[in-house]
């Protein structure tokens, strides 16, 4: 089972996200379990403030680091000898990918520090944190949607999560190729007919014809990652080709 763990001044806005479709079904299958803590409850005196005025001027508040290492003591107290990856949403880190994705479904315990203003005190960086990670240049209010579009990305690549998994190692990303089209029923919509190949039965055309529409999708929209996918592609059949002299 992996263990998320949101440290959050706002609770209630993960309520929807993580009881619903595949998140909840993550957690009736025990494969996934959600804690969200109230950053307020960690407060040395119910009186006092989460944010303050950081040193030095400048515009907006910063959340202390005070609640933020309360919340981390008590939440890293109840593992097991397993030091727990600490996430910190912030449009200053490292682009969140398929890759990161897949590393943090691996961890048994992950903890999300949610900021809000300008962020929070560096000391909680520099001591706790072990992952800045970005969703895109670009700046929300907090680490909420963030905190929320990582565990979704990360839940739905545990076995068991998926009802056929399958499924998500031919989602876009996994192997630096975009997704294909796909098409359902009816078979003609509006005059616009699912193209023959699909209809014809004849697995390895449908193969063929899909990996095609992948590569000539990446290499339209992404160039980036079709040059990933050249490189890699062009190890493999290097390391086909000299698996075969092995042989001969």
Excluded at 104 to 112: A, G, K, Q, V
Aim: charged share 30%; net charge positive.
């Amino acid at each position: 089972m992996i263990s998320f763990n949101v440290i959050t001044p706002f609770p209630a806005m993960f309520d929807a996200i993580l009881n619903e479709s595949i998140l909840l079904k993550a957690k009736q299958k025990n494969i996934a379990e959600y804690n969200i803590f109230n950053l307020f409850n960690y407060l040395d005196n119910s009186s006092d403030r989460i944010d303050d005025y950081p040193f030095g001027g400048g515009e907006g508040m910063l959340l202390k680091a005070e609640p933020i290492f309360n919340a981390f003591k008590s939440i890293k107290s109840t593992f097991r000898n397993n030091k727990p990856r600490v996430i910190f949403p912030t449009p200053d880190g490292k682009i969140f990918n398929h890759s990161k994705a897949k590393e943090l479904s691996e961890e048994s315990n992950l903890i999300f520090i949610c900021g809000h203003y300008k962020g929070i005190d560096q000391r909680v960086r520099d001591e706790i944190v072990t992952d800045e990670i970005s969703i895109g240049d670009f700046v929300l209010t907090g680490g909420e949607l963030p905190s929320m579009i990582m565990i979704d990305s990360i839940v739905r690549l545990k076995e068991g999560v998926l009802s056929n998994y399958k499924s998500a190692k031919k989602d876009s990303f996994y192997d630096f190729l975009l997704d294909g089209p796909h098409y359902t029923r009816p078979r003609d919509f509006k005059g616009i007919n699912v193209p023959e190949v699909l209809l014809s039965g004849n697995h390895k055309k449908i193969k063929d014809w899909f990996l095609n529409q992948r590569e000539e999708k990446t290499k339209k929209l992404r160039l980036d990652l079709w040059e990933k996918y050249k490189s890699i592609k062009t190890e493999k059949k290097w390391i086909k080709f000299m698996n075969l002299l092995k042989i001969i």
